[in-house]
């Protein structure tokens, strides 16, 4: 598993230059409370490195692909909010119930943690689909993350 501090070191590395996050002073750092409303629209708890990475950076990012955060406040304007994005997946047929989304691209791959799947951490797998094509992207979050980051193309 990727660790917390390799992908801060990551981060760090290409952060102005194909990485652009907030940090844990931004807007978009959440409270506990805006958490728990999260976790409880989507059905899950989140999974840890998720859960660190929207308190120390809020969101962002990576080469213009944008990491769903969990917005201040939820409103028909939050498509960048990870409870909207999943929500509106899910009522579309897009993703199943047990997905989360974290992020979509223009290239029609949309990317979901699969929650009925969870390790001994609390973290679960995340999956890329594109069309009908559904396959394992990494073990966690912050797996996923780093790939993304150290290898776009992948």
Known sequence: MTSLNDLEQLI???SGNG???GNSSSDLS???ERVAETESKIGCKLPPSYLWFV??????HVYGEEIFAIY???SDLSVGDIAYQTKAEREQGFVGSSA????????GETFYF???ARDNEGEYP??????????KYADSFAGFLYKRISDPEA
């Not at 308190?55 to 962002?60: D, E, L, S, V």
Request: hydrophobic residues 35%.
């Open 12 to 14: 760090a590395e290409y």
């Open 19 to 21: 990485v652009e996050f």
């Open 30 to 32: 959440p409270t506990d």
């Open 55 to 60: 308190k120390n950076y809020g969101g962002g």
């Open 72 to 74: 201040p406040v939820l």
């Open 100 to 107: 989360v989304v974290i992020c979509s691209n223009d290239f």
């Open 114 to 116: 699969d929650t009925s």
């Open 126 to 135: 995340v999956f890329v689909k594109a069309g009908a094509t559904e396959k």
